[in-house]
């Protein structure tokens, strides 16, 4: 995909946060962060507060990747295996606030709300930094702007030069790489419930079908067999899932002979609307507003498995290396490992202060192992796996429904008012240019 990766994105360059003038930082004597640094904009030559945060309890990371492949993540937007297996509970929550880590570090102080609203009047001169995220590990480079309503669902279909997004306001939107203006408009005349892709094979969930496109031979298809809206989508096995708000997984199975999709079978099982699926290691799991995971496999498509451990609806799961990961509004992250027998069961418990929305996993500019986790009070948490330590805060106007990883070290994020945000890890310490 042609998306600059040298630290720009629609010809914006990524803004260096990092760093004071020499000498600044270590002549101070305050004790205290500059608010305008962490915002980005300190003009003070040398300035009397410190140009980089205060330094933190780190742990040493378990080195637990089971071979040369390292970690594998696999969620419903990104490529990779995923699965089950063992795996010990001390691997675990080891960083500062985890269950085992010693006592949370202070959260970092928050963004003016003003300013995340877009009405802050202090401007330059506001006490509270303004910006849209807290850590020193990513770096905001542009917002696309366009969506009235959520953003449900953005792709990026192999061999596409485009950025695809899916909202409730009943649109999808492509956007340039190049440029980050949005390049065209597909009115679907409803709710857009989820949006994938899988190669150049692009999906989008809506009431009662499943829309298809292929970017590289402009094929047009639509699904039908699902009642009321389609809130997940995944591929595993040659096989197309979707998740319906009757409770139903509805399948088919790609047919070279027709260049179409063919209905294959429909999983029962769930007692309301499933909205979280993903797929890894010959498994499809599958999170539910009936407070359940379950579990089927894809060679006989029956459920071997439900777990029943969270207590309110699991709205996420996703696979890394041989643990399954689940969030739900009972405010938990619960990490899953399989016993001897092969059956899943918790390993760990990561407990948050609000309802946890929406998973994704991704490597850091370092290529290690981070886990995103969207909540319900507009913010989104980054973790390093498996210690859980704190690498930053996200803040947003809304709820952040829609997260996609990007070549590059990108990632974009999709939130409740409709804007779609471009992110970029960049190395703790350095500049990028």
């Known amino acids: 995909m042609d998306i600059e990766t040298d630290g720009r994105f629609g010809n914006k360059r990524v ?21 305008h640094w962490r915002a980005g904009r300190c003009n003070r030559f040398p300035c009397p507060y410190l140009h980089s945060e205060l330094p933190e309890v780190t ?27 063992g795996g010990g509970p001390s691997k675990w929550g080891r960083g500062p606030g985890g269950a085992d880590g010693g006592p949370r570090p202070r959260p970092a102080d928050r963004p003016c709300r003003f300013f995340l609203a877009g009405d802050c009047s202090y401007g330059e001169k506001c006490r509270y930094p303004h910006t849209y995220c807290m850590s020193d590990s990513i770096t905001l480079l542009t917002p696309l702007q366009g969506h009235e309503k959520v953003v449900t669902g953005i792709a990026l279909p192999t061999g596409s030069d485009k950025l695809y997004s899916g909202s409730k306001d009943g649109t999808v939107r492509m956007w340039d790489c190049q440029t980050g203006q949005c390049a065209g408009v597909i009115n679907m005349g409803c709710e857009i419930g989820c949006m994938i892709s899988e190669g150049p094979w692009l999906f989008v969930g809506i009431p009662d079908a499943v829309k298809v496109w292929n970017m590289q031979t402009q094929a047009e298809m639509t699904l039908t067999g699902p009642t009321g809206q389609v809130y997940a989508l995944a591929v595993g096995n040659e096989l197309l899932f979707a998740a319906t708000q009757d409770g139903r997984i509805l399948a088919w199975r790609f047919s070279a002979a027709t260049n179409g999709f063919e209905p294959a079978a429909s999983l029962v099982g769930h007692q309301l609307a499933v909205v979280s699926l993903v797929v890894g290691a010959m498994r499809l799991y599958s999170g539910s507003m009936d407070k ?36 739900s509004l009972d405010q938990t992250i619960k990490v899953w490992a399989a016993t001897e027998s092969g059956s899943l069961e918790v390993t760990y418990t990561h407990k948050e202060e609000h309802g946890a929305i929406a998973l994704s996993g991704m490597p850091d500019a370092q290529s290690k192992p981070v886990l995103l986790c969207s909540l319900n009070n507009n913010t989104a948490h980054l973790y390093d796996l498996p210690s859980f330590s704190d690498r930053g805060r996200i803040f947003s106007k809304q709820e952040i429904r829609a997260i996609q990883i990007g070549p590059g070290g990108l990632f974009f994020t999709g939130d409740g008012t409709g804007e779609l945000k471009v992110w970029q890890w960049i190395i703790e310490g350095s500049q990028t240019k």
């Open 15 to 35: 803004h260096n946060r990092l760093g004071p003038a020499h000498g600044a930082a270590s002549s101070s004597t305050s004790g205290k962060v500059c608010i």
């Open 59 to 85: 742990t040493k990371r378990p080195n637990h990747s089971g071979g040369p492949g390292g970690h594998v993540w696999r969620n419903p937007n990104s490529g990779g295996g995923g699965g089950r297996g």
């Open 292 to 327: 359940t995971i379950r579990v089927w496999d894809l060679a006989t498509l029956q459920c071997i498995q439900t777990l029943s451990d969270h207590t309110g609806v699991v709205m996420s799961v996703l696979c890394w290396d041989q643990f399954l990961l689940s969030c």
